[in-house]
């Protein structure tokens, strides 16, 4: 009998600290505006550091500098289609610069908005996905991995097996 295989999807986001607050992005959803920090899936021939890097620039308009990993999280919620689907995100750390002139923000994203860790957690019934706020804590706790913790092999890069 067959059965088929389980492929969590992969999500890259970028942990931004600025002056005692996390940079995070209003966007709109199926289920209305939610909160999230810059993240997306990691296209193919991606590597997680450069999925976060784009990410960050296309839902913030800024340039994103990873200085470590904060963690790899897995949370299941329903897809953009409704389906099941499990998640596999790669959180990393590290500065924005200023915004760009002139930079459209991502289709669907509203605006930017720089929060203390005390309005990220109250504002949790808006999250986009319970890992928002869970990155959040282990930043503040200071949880960081070296970036050559994640390794993406050239087989994977240039659009990978897919």
């Given at each position: 009998m067959s059965k088929e295989r389980w492929k969590p999807s992969v999500t890259v986001a970028a942990v931004i600290e600025q002056g005692g607050r996390y940079l995070l992005v209003e966007e709109h959803t199926a289920d209305g505006l939610r909160l999230n920090t810059p993240a997306g899936h990691l296209e193919p021939g991606e590597a997680p550091q450069d999925g976060a890097v784009r990410e960050a620039l296309e839902e913030t308009g800024r340039?994103?500098?990873?200085?470590?990993?904060?963690?790899?999280?897995?949370?299941?919620?329903?897809?953009?289609?409704?389906?099941?689907?499990?998640?596999?995100?790669?959180?990393?750390?590290?500065?924005?610069?200023?915004?760009?002139?002139?930079?459209?923000?991502?289709?669907?994203?509203?605006?930017?908005?720089?929060?203390?860790?005390?309005?990220?957690?109250?504002?949790?019934?808006?999250?986009?996905?319970?890992?928002?706020?869970?990155?959040?804590?282990?930043?503040?706790?200071?949880?960081?991995?070296?970036?050559?913790?994640?390794?993406?092999?050239?087989?994977a890069q240039g659009g990978g097996a897919g």
């Open positions: 340039r994103f500098t990873p200085e470590a990993l904060v963690g790899v999280y897995l949370a299941a919620s329903p897809d953009a289609q409704g389906a099941p689907t499990t998640w596999v995100r790669f959180a990393f750390c590290g500065s924005a610069g200023d915004p760009l002139p002139g930079h459209a923000l991502d289709e669907g994203i509203v605006r930017t908005l720089w929060m203390t860790p005390a309005e990220v957690q109250a504002s949790q019934d808006r999250h986009r996905s319970p890992l928002v706020w869970r990155c959040v804590q282990d930043h503040l706790r200071g949880q960081r991995f070296d970036l050559s913790a994640v390794h993406t092999d050239a087989s």
